[in-house]
């Protein structure tokens, strides 16, 4: 069965045309086509990748099914080769920096240049569709809102370590390249990561710390 970045992958491949059409072949109607459209006015993008995600649900659709369809609109499955093909990452961020967990300043600057992509990024980046499907909806048609939510909760995810480099590998999958990343790396640096939940242990710690000298002086 297609996983969603696969599908997301293939959908981004085809035009919306192939896409409606190869719908109705594996069952779907064009109402379901024109809800999804109605839903997202904007976002075509996201039109042709829920249409696939709603077959796979409905249907337990599978890679022969959408093979077979293809055959009979008589275009090539060689795409569906592309889909699980990892295209390689290629970019100027320097190595030592690609294991690290980006900021908040390199996040926030991410998410002003991601633009109509964001919601390919999610998919890329392992978040759930329900997620997105939040996130979207908490933003309506603010873009860089749903781009930072979507970075944000990325990073809070602990079943991948969310490094640059994996953030890298998933901005040159949805054809944005890493050339934004590296630019903001540049103008912002690169600084160790801190998750807030430690940040405050090392706050609290501090005052404490600060409480007990305090004292200590005054017992003197």
């Known amino acids: 069965m297609p996983s969603d970045i696969e599908l997301q992958r293939f959908a981004s491949a085809c035009d919306e045309t192939t896409i409606r059409e190869l719908a109705i072949h594996l069952g ?14 904007d976002y075509i993008q996201i039109v042709k990748y829920r249409i696939l995600i709603n077959w796979r649900e409905k249907c337990s659709g599978r890679f022969i099914n959408i093979a077979n369809a293809l055959t009979e609109m008589k275009i090539t ?9 990892i295209r390689k990452r290629q970019c100027d961020i320097s190595e ?7 900021t908040d300043e390199i996040l926030d600057e991410l998410a002003q240049v991601i633009g109509v992509v964001s919601f390919q990024l999610g998919i890329e980046l392992g978040l759930p569709i329900t997620s997105l499907d939040t996130i979207q909806y908490n933003n309506g048609r603010n873009l860089v809102a749903q781009c930072k ?45 801190i998750h807030h939940e430690k940040k405050e242990k090392e ?18």
């Open 77 to 85: 499955t060689h795409m569906l080769c592309q889909v699980k093909r």
């Open 149 to 193: 939510d979507i970075l944000f909760q990325w990073r809070e995810d602990q079943r991948v370590k969310p490094t640059i480099g994996v953030l890298v590998q998933a901005l040159v999958n949805i054809e944005r390249g890493a050339s934004c990343l590296g630019e903001i790396i540049k103008t912002v640096g690169v600084k160790k990561y």
């Open 96 to 102: 030592e920096y690609l294991d690290l967990i980006p």
């Open 28 to 41: 779907m109607t064009f109402k379901a086509w024109d809800e999804l459209q109605r839903n997202n006015p």
């Open 203 to 220: 706050g609290k710690v501090k005052t404490l710390l600060k409480r007990l000298n305090l004292f200590q002086k005054r017992k003197q």
